[in-house]
């Protein structure tokens, strides 16, 4: 057990307390004992503060080249890269994850922001042909200013990096918002700017409760546009705010993805799929599988399958490499994760396996949980519409490939969805119909390349996109130009 840090704001290139001087604990979900650091409880003071900082030196930046900008992430990512254990370890510690997810996931940080360094030397507009045969008539593009970013737990490396990197090689500056139960792992990340040399102010970091500063954000005349991940319920607060003072927002929310086993897939690389997409980080993922349509002619062999793999998996602590299946995030989650499970119960679907609290006396002070699979699971059932962010796998018997599409489309969510088949014709057919923003062919509906759009459909976002080229369309305004000598 390691001693307790103190996590304060970074501001204005300087790590500052909270004026309050209260913090709150971030702790071990695999020992809820140990006291991971104590981060600041910061108020709209901090908020303001960190406002003006970005304000002040958004000028300064936005003047610099993209060669410039990119340089910087380049040394950014060389800094996180030269840190992975270390980062990883904190992440795997103060989130739950395994330690080989946690240290994939700061590599992919570091990924991130080499990609985007290189987007600072591509086209920012396009020449038009004019009416006027004397002028000159483009377009090219303008960074927004202030970039409020609020970023979840259960990605505390890659998510606020694939916002922060592409807002800051437009020209943005950033105030970052990181969830408190991962804050520790977010200071880690801030130093890392820090040390690259970032222009003062250019990135800043607030830790407080999202009702204050992600409130706060949402609502601050200063902040000219927000990009938020995390539940639909606080996404969609963070939009109306927005909306109503006329800022540009980004919202990537929930999922209740399904992945369609047809007839003729594979069913031993399906099962690995399923149980990859749906149970890797305990569920907790925006895009884990959570609905399994299964083809009746295959369904009885899938889920033996399906069973017999569930049961080798080791449920422990992260850094333990023999551990497959680390804790929930928080105690919050566990009890979120152990409701629908009883839901699920009430509402007839049938428990075929997991679902409960670990009977090993080494693991009962952590928030674990044994991953849950679900039989006779009908589409009206709340584990089969709303969104648990845990290890649970439902199942859900279609007559057909038809029925199975139309299975499929049945929630509010629109995020990610799979298939595993044979068949071009179900290939086509499920492409063309299924309502989501991320389609995988015999592929786990968790996982998305850095260079690809990245967003949902339905309540699943507000319909824009992060990642790869596309993230230009949020970060930018375009600016058209007639230029008549």
């Not at 989650?333 to 080494?362: M, N, W």
Request: net charge negative.
């Amino acid at each position: 057990m390691k001693d307790a840090i103190i996590i304060d704001n970074y501001i204005g290139g300087q790590w500052k307390p909270p004026a309050n001087r209260e913090r709150l604990e971030s702790i071990n979900p695999a020992n809820k004992r140990e006291v991971m650091g104590y981060v600041a409880n910061s108020t709209d003071f901090e908020l303001n503060e960190a406002v003006y900082a970005a304000e002040t030196a958004r000028l300064l930046w936005r003047k610099k080249t993209g060669a410039e900008r990119g340089q910087l992430l380049v040394r950014t990512a060389e800094l996180l890269e030269s840190r992975l254990d270390e980062i990883g370890e904190t992440m795997c510690r103060e989130m739950g994850k395994t330690f080989a997810e946690a240290r994939g996931e700061t590599a992919r940080g570091a990924a991130i922001l080499r990609y985007y360094a290189g987007e600072g030397m591509r086209k920012i507009g396009d020449v038009i042909p004019s009416s006027d045969a004397e002028a000159f008539l483009f377009t090219t593009r303008v960074p927004l200013g202030v970039i409020g970013v609020i970023s979840p737990w259960n990605f505390p490396v890659a998510i606020p990096i694939w916002k922060m990197a592409p807002a800051l090689i437009y020209g943005n500056t950033v105030v970052w918002k990181p969830a408190v139960e991962t804050a520790v792992t977010a200071a880690a990340v801030m130093q890392c700017f820090h040390d690259a040399g970032f222009p003062l102010g250019a990135v800043n970091m607030i830790v407080g409760s999202g009702a204050v500063v992600g409130n706060g954000m949402a609502n601050h005349p200063g902040i000219h546009g927000i990009t938020f991940t995390g539940s639909n319920s606080v996404g969609k607060q963070v939009g109306q705010a927005a909306l109503a003072r006329g800022a540009k927002y980004q919202l990537e929310m929930g999922g209740k993805n399904p992945i369609i086993i047809a007839g003729d897939a594979d069913l031993d690389l399906a099962v690995d799929a399923v149980i990859s997409g749906g149970l890797r980080s305990t569920g907790q993922k925006c895009t884990a599988t959570s609905r399994v349509i299964v083809e009746r002619s295959i369904y009885e062999l899938f889920k033996t399958k399906l069973l017999e793999k569930v049961a080798t998996l080791k449920v422990g602590n992260g850094m333990d490499p023999s551990v497959w299946l680390g804790p929930c995030a928080n105690e919050k989650q566990l009890e979120t994760v152990l409701r629908y499970i009883q839901k699920g119960k009430e509402e007839g679907a049938v428990l075929l396996y997991g679902g409960t609290q670990p009977e090993d006396s080494d693991l009962s002070d952590g928030f674990y949980i044994t991953p849950a699979v679900f039989d006779r699971v009908e589409s009206r059932m709340s584990i089969a519409q709303e969104e648990i962010f845990g290890p649970v796998l439902a199942l859900i018997e279609a007559r057909d490939f038809e029925d199975a599409i139309t299975l499929a489309n049945d929630t509010s969510y629109g995020l990610s969805a799979s298939i595993y088949t044979k068949n071009i014709g179900n290939v086509l057919s499920f492409v063309q119909n299924m309502e989501a923003g991320l389609i995988r062919v015999n592929a786990e509906t968790a996982g998305v390349e850095l260079q690809a759009p990245f967003g949902g459909m339905k309540q699943s976002s507000s319909h824009s996109r992060e990642q790869g080229q596309a993230a230009i369309e949020f970060f930018t305004s375009v600016k058209t130009v007639f230029i008549k000598p």
